[in-house]
């Protein structure tokens, strides 16, 4: 296997997560108590990066749709939620017809997203190399 340096230690504080780009694919660097892993940036539901979503301890968590992958073994830990976002509330000063519009398109997107398969994240091997993060 050949290694390419991808950043510098420091450029992932504990706890934190990095976005780089290695011969075409996106990878998230996270950085757990000093010890570092490599999974794909893409989530597998939505293609939303995963390194802008949050990580606690080994999980990572989806910004978008809230799906959690272990960073470890790219397994998915826990489906997207597909969450009302309040479309009612939000077009409570719109006429009648605007209100239903928007809440037949969301129930619909709700079905449409509902059934799209999340699978588990491609893995990477991680290695420090000095400063250097490989």
Do not use: W
Not at 7 to 31: F, L, R
Not at 79 to 90: F, L, R, V
């Amino acid at each position: 296997m050949t290694f390419v340096k991808v950043a510098k230690t420091v450029d992932v504080p504990s706890g934190k997560m990095k976005h780089v780009e290695v011969e075409g694919k996106e990878i998230m660097i996270a950085n757990v108590g000093g010890k570092f892993y490599a999974i794909g940036d893409r989530c597998a539901h939505m293609n939303v990066r995963l390194s802008m979503g949050t990580l606690t301890n080994t999980v990572v968590t989806c910004p978008a749709h809230f799906s959690r992958f272990d960073v470890i073994t790219g397994k998915l830990i826990s489906e997207p939620k597909m969450m009302d976002i309040g479309t009612a509330n939000m077009f409570t000063k719109c006429p009648e017809e605007v209100q239903k519009a928007m809440a037949q398109m969301t129930q619909r997107m709700g079905e449409i997203m509902g059934v799209i398969k999340t699978y588990d994240m491609p893995v990477f091997e991680a290695k420090v190399d000095g400063d250097d993060l490989l």
